[in-house]
């Protein structure tokens, strides 16, 4: 597979450190949660993952309508990503994940046709699935 993108992000310290991209758009120190024994100062990497998967499972809804009748546009598509951890049962923790993607001007049958192509395409659904079950939830409103 030849790569169009890549990035570099640097972290120091674990969860309550830095991360640092090598073009300094993102320059943020971390914290661990409360629930995990944090004072909660910062942001943690799982709102970076929650973040990211869900800016790009959108991305994913337009693109697989690009060449379809009822085009996708950026404003009509809503992604909530809960990412949450838990134990795996072997001594380490395992991720769960829920989008909840809400679009408009489509019917339900259609934007639950979207969300499972978009499933297919995103690269955030491709690297995690076999590992992590991502509970999709798909709502529709109007425009």
């Known amino acids: 597979?030849?790569?169009?993108y890549s990035t570099k992000v640097t972290a120091v310290g674990g969860r309550a450190g830095t991360v640092t991209s090598d073009?300094?758009?993102l320059e943020l120190n971390l914290s661990l949660p409360k629930k995990l024994g944090g004072k909660e100062e910062a942001t943690n990497p799982e709102q970076l993952f929650a973040a990211g998967y869900a800016a790009c499972f959108g991305n994913a809804v337009i693109h697989v309508t690009r060449n379809k009748e009822n085009k996708i546009k950026d404003?009509?598509?809503v992604v909530i990503a809960t990412v949450g951890m838990a134990p795996n049962g072997s001594g380490g923790f395992g991720l769960t994940v829920a989008l909840d993607v809400t679009i408009?001007?489509?019917d339900q049958a259609s934007a639950e046709e979207i969300v499972a192509?978009?499933?297919k395409a995103c690269p955030y659904s491709n690297a995690v699935r076999g590992n992590?079950?991502?509970e999709l939830s798909v709502k529709t409103r109007s425009n």
């Not at 597979?1 to 169009?4: D, K, N, R």
Request: charged share 25%; glycine share 10%.
């Open 75 to 77: 404003d009509d598509v």
């Open 104 to 106: 408009a001007g489509v």
């Open 23 to 25: 073009d300094g758009l």
């Open 1 to 4: 597979m030849s790569t169009i």
């Open 117 to 119: 192509d978009a499933h």
């Open 132 to 134: 992590i079950d991502v």
